[in-house]
C-alpha cells in the first residue's frame, strides 16, 4: 500500500489541476481534427505532470545544490521561534520563505528544460513541451504557496 504524505498529497492535488477543463474537452470532442487536439492535450497533460513531480522533489535538489544558502535559511527561520516577533522580523521571515520558494521553482524550471530538451523534438514542440511542464511547477506551488 502506497504511502500517502503531504508531498504525495500535493503532487496529486497538482496533477489533477493539469486536467484540461471540461470545456475545453467539449470544445475538442466536438470540432474538426478531435484526434489531433485530444493528442495534443494529453501531451500537455503528461508535460504539466511531470512538471508537478519536479516540484514535489525540487527542495531535496536545492537543498544538495545550495547548502550553505539552505542553511542560513534555517538559521533565520529558526531563531527565537518562540518569541513574539516585530513586524520587520516577520516581514525578514516571509521574505526568506519566499526566497526558498523562488530557487524551488527555478529548480524545476530548469529540470523541465533539461527533461524537454532531452525528449529530441524540434523546436517548437520542445517549447511547448517547456511551458507544459512549467505549468505544472506553478500548479504545485501555487498551491502550497500564495501570498
Known sequence: MASFDLDNLLEQFCIISCNPSS?????????RNADDHLSK??????????GCTFARTADNFV????????SKFMD?????????????????RKEVI???FLMMRQNCADRCSE?????KRDTGSQRKCERSCFVGCDKFFDSVFED
Open 98 to 100: 519566499q526566497d526558498w
Open 23 to 31: 470545456l475545453q474537452q467539449r470544445l475538442v470532442r466536438g470540432g
Open 115 to 119: 527533461y524537454c530538451n532531452s525528449k
Open 76 to 92: 533565520t527561520l529558526t531563531k527565537n521561534n518562540d518569541a513574539i516577533l516585530s513586524s520587520s522580523e516577520i516581514r525578514e
Open 41 to 50: 492535450m494529453v501531451d500537455h497533460k503528461k508535460d504539466c505532470m511531470i
Open 63 to 70: 537543498k544538495r545544490e545550495r547548502t550553505q544558502k539552505v
